[in-house]
T-cell receptor, first 119, second 111 residues
Framework: DTEVTQTPKHLVMGMTNKKSLKCEQH?????MYWYKQKAKKPPELMFV???????INESVPSRFSPECPNSSLLNLHLHALQPEDSALYLC??????????????????FGSGTQLSVL | TQLLEQSPQFLSIQEGENLTVYCNSS?????LQWYRQEPGEGPVLLVT???GGEVKKLKRLTFQFGDARKDSSLHITAAQPGDTGLYLC???????????WGAGTKLIIKP
C-alpha cells in the first residue's frame, strides 16, 4: 500500500464554520506533512510531524490547527478561515523527515488533496 | 538563500515533439527531485538525482543533474498527451532539511 488517503476531496465552508481535513497512510512512514497549494503555484509547507510530534510550523495562522493522533493519521482542524485560505490542501508522508540530512534522500508521497473553498 | 528557478514557466507543444525543462540554482544541492502533478491531484515523484553529472531515464523522460549539482534538466522525447501536467523540481534546504520547490513548468501536449 503506497497510498496517502485524504478526505474530503472537496470542502466548501463559511468563515464561521469549523471543519477538519483528514489524512491517513499505512506505509509505516514516520513523517507527515501538510502543504497548501494555490493554483499554478508550488506547494507551500505548513506543518511537519516527525514521530507524531510537531517539528516544524511555518508561521501558519492559528486558525489552522494540526493534530497527529497516531503514526498513521494526520488531521488539520480549520476554524474562522478567510476567503484567501481557499486552496488545495495536500497531505504527504515520508520515511523520515530530514531531506538531505546526512545526505539522506527521502521520497515524499502525496495524497490527492482537499480542494477547499471558503465563502 | 537557496532558490530553485524553473524555466520555461509554461510550454505548449504538439504531440511527438521533444522538449526540455530546466531547474537552476546558484546554490549547491545534495540532491534534486522532479515531480509531476496533474490537475486535482497531488504531485508524484518521478526521480531523485544525487550524483553530479548523473543521468537517469524513465521511459521517454531523461533527467540530468549538473556536474556542480546546481542545476537539473528534464528532457521528454516524443511527447504524448499523457505527459501533460505541472512539472516541479525540489531540493533539500540546508537550514531545516525540508524541500524547497521551484515554481513549476506547466506543460500541455496537444494531440
Amino acid at each position: 500500500d503506497t497510498e496517502v488517503t485524504q478526505t474530503p476531496k472537496h470542502l466548501v465552508m463559511g468563515m464561521t464554520n469549523k471543519k477538519s481535513l483528514k489524512c491517513e497512510q499505512h506505509m509505516g512512514h514516520r513523517a507527515m506533512y501538510w502543504y497548501k497549494q494555490k493554483a499554478k503555484k508550488p506547494p507551500e509547507l505548513m506543518f511537519v510531524y516527525s514521530y507524531e510530534k510537531l517539528s516544524i510550523n511555518e508561521s501558519v495562522p492559528s486558525r489552522f490547527s494540526p493534530e497527529c493522533p497516531n503514526s498513521s493519521l494526520l488531521n488539520l482542524h480549520l476554524h474562522a478561515l478567510q476567503p484567501e485560505d481557499s486552496a488545495l490542501y495536500l497531505c504527504a508522508s515520508s520515511q523520515g523527515a530530514g531531506f538531505g540530512f546526512r545526505g539522506r534522500s527521502e521520497k515524499l508521497f502525496f495524497g490527492s488533496g482537499t480542494q477547499l473553498s471558503v465563502l | 538563500t537557496q532558490l530553485l528557478e524553473q524555466s520555461p514557466q509554461f510550454l505548449s507543444i504538439q504531440e511527438g515533439e521533444n522538449l526540455t525543462v530546466y531547474c537552476n540554482s546558484s546554490s549547491v544541492f545534495s540532491s534534486l527531485q522532479w515531480y509531476r502533478q496533474e490537475p486535482g491531484e497531488g504531485p508524484v515523484l518521478l526521480v531523485t538525482v544525487v550524483t553530479g553529472g548523473e543521468v537517469k531515464k524513465l521511459k521517454r523522460l531523461t533527467f540530468q543533474f549538473g556536474d556542480a549539482r546546481k542545476d537539473s534538466s528534464l528532457h521528454i522525447t516524443a511527447a504524448q498527451p499523457g505527459d501533460t501536467g505541472l512539472y516541479l523540481c525540489a531540493g533539500p534546504m540546508d537550514s531545516n532539511y525540508q524541500l524547497i520547490w521551484g515554481a513549476g513548468t506547466k506543460l500541455i501536449i496537444k494531440p
